[in-house]
């Protein structure tokens, strides 16, 4: 009896230490990824509409049982050109969330994926540069005199979205500058990084068409 008491309170202490450890570990950590989170976010801004002079506060609206957040995009007159669509889908193993930059008609000027957990060397390939770009490349750029071009830092797979119409976002597995031509070996992940992008411009076109935005 004595010995059962005697590792119940062993495994009571080492479980109360555990807890505490992970409490602390939680708040020592939680500041910094919201701050990179945030981070990434402006980042991605950027990158989803390089013409913006600035952006509008988050907004959300739900339509068809669905949540949009969106953001509107502001010229240096304050004039709205465009808006910055949020939405998440479910990847192969892990949620993706995805920033569309959009012209007032719905066709998308860049996109940037904010997150993503998807398989090492086949999902994961959504946030891979240009083949391209090595790392030696890479090395030399710092010491090159001439700018690095914007485009060298947007993954080929996103790249890809660019100008396309909600129309243009099919995907496919054989090259194709029409459509969304798949990851090698990660069509999951290919279509649900395009069904972040689609559904939620459609969405969107929808809800400002029948005036509730």
Excluded at 60 to 70: M, R
Excluded at 132 to 158: G, R, T
Excluded at 174 to 184: C, N, Q, V, Y
């Amino acid at each position: 009896m004595k010995t059962i008491l005697h590792y119940g309170l062993v495994l009571l202490i080492i479980a109360g230490v555990a807890g505490v450890g992970l409490s602390l570990v939680d708040r020592i950590t939680k500041e910094p990824i919201k701050a990179a989170q945030n981070k990434r976010l402006e980042e991605g801004q950027k990158l989803a509409f390089p013409g913006a002079s600035s952006f509008g506060e988050l907004k959300t609206f739900e339509t068809e049982g669905k949540a949009v957040s969106y953001y509107e995009v502001f010229d240096e007159s304050q004039k709205v050109i465009g808006y910055e669509l949020l939405y998440q889908v479910g990847g192969y193993q892990s949620q993706i969330k995805v920033l569309t930059g959009i012209e007032p008609d719905g066709k998308v000027v860049a996109i940037r994926v904010l997150e993503q957990a998807e398989t090492p060397g086949l999902g994961a390939e959504v946030d891979a540069l240009p083949s391209n770009q090595s790392l030696l490349c890479a090395f030399v750029s710092l010491f090159s005199p001439e700018p690095e071009k914007e485009e060298s830092n947007i993954p080929w797979f996103q790249a890809q979205f660019s100008g396309k119409t909600p129309e243009d976002l099919v995907v496919v597995k054989a090259k194709d500058p029409k459509h969304i031509t798949a990851l090698s070996g990660a069509t999951i992940t290919s279509t649900a990084v395009t069904k972040a992008v689609k559904e939620p411009i459609e969405l969107f076109l929808k809800a400002k068409a029948e005036g509730k935005l």
